[in-house]
């Protein structure tokens, strides 16, 4: 069988090619698309993407705002900061970097962005209009995956997808957008039983458990598509890479596969944001 490795860093340069020229027009009236980020507290991996989304995000001619609040930070400190951001005119896109700390209420500050700068698809609003089939910007993830789906020409109608994995970012979402391109989906979880049966039937798997090396070869169906959106320590997906290879037609690695265009998709509806506020004005 023929193997197609899912190579996310093509996918994610198509984005950023196809967003140049529109960054370009927004500059000439007089509009830099601006992505705020807010990092609460001092995790180094968290940080790390931060700055990876502000160095992307220069590389096409954006503007990026970091905020780094501390560790110590309430929920009602951190609302003031999104909402003097949700009033700012010159700021696109809002991204709150997760996790926070524990005595935050992420959900309530997922909540307070403004849903015009909600480019990362957090807020329950965005999540409702992802699932109901109008969402302008869903999670960036589940956008990533869908947009490798598109890319390869990957067909999704009548299809089986099994998705493992129920975050609200990531998990739900992505069932939701696989189900509207007509998709029959099963979402599974920690609590699902015969987990490796069901995984069996899937046409298109998508992994997003948060393991290391989960999902095993022998549960992979002759000829499905695996797509891996975890990322672990050192690397690793949450896909048995080598294993799931052999009986997979085609598979997303770890790293260079569903990551670079996850972050494409943030700069996309940073611009997207962008153009809408300048429609608005």
């Known amino acids: 069988m023929e193997k197609q490795i899912l ?3 093509l996918v994610a340069d198509s984005v950023k090619n196809s967003l140049k020229e529109r960054v370009e027009n927004l500059i000439k009236k007089g509009i830099t698309p ?3 980020t807010i990092l609460v507290g001092d995790d180094p991996s968290s940080e790390t993407y931060v700055n990876m989304k502000g ?3 220069e590389k096409l001619g954006m503007k990026s705002i970091k905020i780094h ?3 110590e930070t309430s929920t009602e400190e951190l609302l003031e900061t999104i ?3 949700n009033e700012d005119d010159t700021v696109h896109g809002i991204l709150l970097q997760h996790p926070v700390p524990s005595q935050i209420d992420e959900r309530k500050a997922f909540d307070a962005i403004d849903i015009r700068k909600d480019v990362d698809g957090v807020t329950s609003f965005g999540y409702g209009q992802t699932a109901l089939g109008f969402g302008k910007f869903p999670s960036c993830t589940p956008a990533a995956i869908m947009k490798i789906l598109d890319y390869y020409e990957i067909p999704i ?3 089986h997808a099994v998705v493992i994995g129920r975050s609200p970012i990531l998990g739900k979402p992505v069932s939701a957008l696989l189900l509207n391109e007509n998709a029959t989906v099963t979402t599974c979880h920690s609590r699902t039983t015969n987990l490796a049966e069901i995984v069996k ?4 798997v998508v992994a997003a458990v948060g393991k290391p090396n989960f999902i ?3 549960w992979i169906k002759p000829g499905a598509v695996v797509l891996d959106a975890g990322y672990n320590k050192g690397n690793i997906g949450d896909v048995d890479y080598e294993a799931c290879l052999v009986n997979s037609s085609a598979i997303t690695p770890v790293p260079g596969g569903v990551g670079p265009v996850t972050i494409s998709m943030l700069l996309k509806h940073t611009v997207d944001a962008a153009e809408e506020s300048l429609k608005a004005n």
Not at 201 to 204: F, G, M, R, S, T
């Open 7 to 9: 190579d996310g860093r």
């Open 55 to 57: 160095k992307a995000c």
């Open 83 to 85: 909402q003097k951001l």
């Open 216 to 218: 095993q070869g022998d």
């Open 201 to 204: 039937l899937a046409d298109i």
């Open 34 to 36: 601006c992505l705020a």
């Open 157 to 159: 109608e009548g299809k």
């Open 69 to 71: 609040l501390s560790k």
